[in-house]
């Protein structure tokens, strides 16, 4: 996508040394727009960790770059290259438990290695998995937008010109995957089609991903938009100010309950109780064949107190962080939750539009039936 009318991915590797990783720091969005390079697996797991990078494509495809760049470094340490991979794959994987594109793309790294013959060959390999996992993401999340934008368009064709409104929870956009976004998609796809959108964006905190993340690529694409905080919502469909709720998806189990950022079930509730459609946009890499359960299955990741009982900003031209709660309250960061699929009116995946259901799922999804 474009930022300030350049085209950008949110990850690729350095042109001219290819064992450089380059990404988006989003840390510092909507303020500073900073390029990190990335240069080992443990300064990768971090980018994770720590959220320089986030939201699942995209982690999926951080950590096939620092599969990747694994396999770099183990081969100029000359110590055990399988043994350094598997602590590299462990490594990776304990950096955020919920996102299943991560285990997803780590897992596909190892059997791309593990099948290649010589040392060399199993870089190459390692980088051409890492690269195939990226454009995948890309493509996966463009064919979204395509299915996606016939929705909108018929809420549209309703309106006699007015904006269709359409409420989304935290950043599934191009930068939590490598381009164009989940729920995003079908937005920024009606919109260049001359459909007119208004996007309701939740501030999502503790993080704020929506105000922080999502305002700003929307802005960037030229999509009207409003940020509310987190709890407005009910209020906006109750008043007929919403007519479709797209979210994304960090882990969706094959029967189509959704694992997505902490509140996400709130909304679904909201909507189901004010008739307005609840669609979730997702890759399917997003999701779990072998989670049934969503509530019993999902790991859902707890971060640290500091997330909550503090907010971060610009403050003088200046990063700058301010404590909200009194000082010895305690408080928990839950990061996701997970709307049971009775709640989604559908999923918007790279093959088309399908029920949150088991027999819908895996009808679109044949490659996966047990
Ligand atoms: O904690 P994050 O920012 O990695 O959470 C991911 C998200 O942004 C959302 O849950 C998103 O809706 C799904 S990820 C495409």
């Not at 950590?63 to 043994?83: I, K, P, Q, T």
């Not at 079930?265 to 004010?274: G, M, P, S």
């Not at 093959?351 to 799922?361: D, L, M, P, T, V």
Request: charge should be negative; proline fraction near 4%; include cysteine.
């Amino acid at each position: 996508m474009n930022v300030g009318g350049q085209h950008f991915r949110t990850i690729w590797l350095k042109p001219g040394d290819e064992a450089v990783v380059e990404l988006i720091d989003q840390r510092w969005l909507p303020h500073r727009f900073v390029i990190e390079e990335v240069r080992s697996v443990a300064e990768m797991a971090a980018a994770i960790r720590d959220m320089h990078v986030r939201g699942a494509g995209l982690i999926g495809a951080a950590s096939g770059y620092g599969m990747y760049l694994a396999a770099v470094e183990a081969a100029r340490s000359g110590s055990n290259f399988d043994e350094e991979l598997t602590t590299a794959a462990q490594t990776l994987k304990a950096t955020r438990p919920t996102a299943v594109n991560l285990g997803w793309a780590v897992d596909r790294q190892l059997q791309a290695i593990r099948e290649a013959g010589t040392i060399s060959e199993k870089i190459a390999s390692a980088r051409d998995a890492a690269e195939q996992i990226a454009l995948e993401d890309a493509e996966h999340c463009r064919s979204i937008g395509r299915h996606g934008a016939g929705l909108i368009t018929q809420i549209a064709a309703k309106k006699n010109g007015a904006p269709v409104n359409v409420l989304t929870h935290c950043n599934a956009g191009w930068l939590a995957f490598v381009d164009y976004g989940s729920a995003t998609s079908p937005i920024y796809a009606a919109h260049d089609s001359g459909v007119p959108v208004h996007v309701w964006v939740d501030e999502t905190r503790p993080r704020s991903q929506g105000s922080k993340l999502t305002a700003w690529e929307l802005g960037q694409h030229g999509v009207r938009h409003t940020v509310i905080a987190d709890n407005a919502g009910g209020h906006l469909m109750q008043h007929g100010e919403v007519d479709l709720v797209i979210v994304g998806s960090d882990r969706t189990t094959y029967t189509g309950d959704v694992a997505n950022k902490i509140g996400t079930y709130l909304k679904a509730l909201a909507a189901h109780d004010n008739g307005v459609p609840f669609y979730v946009a997702l890759p399917s890499s997003s999701f779990d064949w072998q989670a049934r359960d969503g509530v019993r299955d999902i790991p859902i990741e707890q971060r640290g107190a500091d997330e909550v009982k503090c907010a971060d900003g610009w403050l003088d031209g200046r990063h700058a962080e301010v404590c909200i709660t009194p000082a010895d309250s305690p408080a928990a960061n839950y990061g996701f939750d997970v709307t049971p699929h009775r709640l989604v009116t559908g999923l918007i995946t790279e093959r088309g539009i399908c029920a949150a259901n088991e027999q819908s799922i895996l009808a679109m999804f044949p490659d996966h039936a047990r």
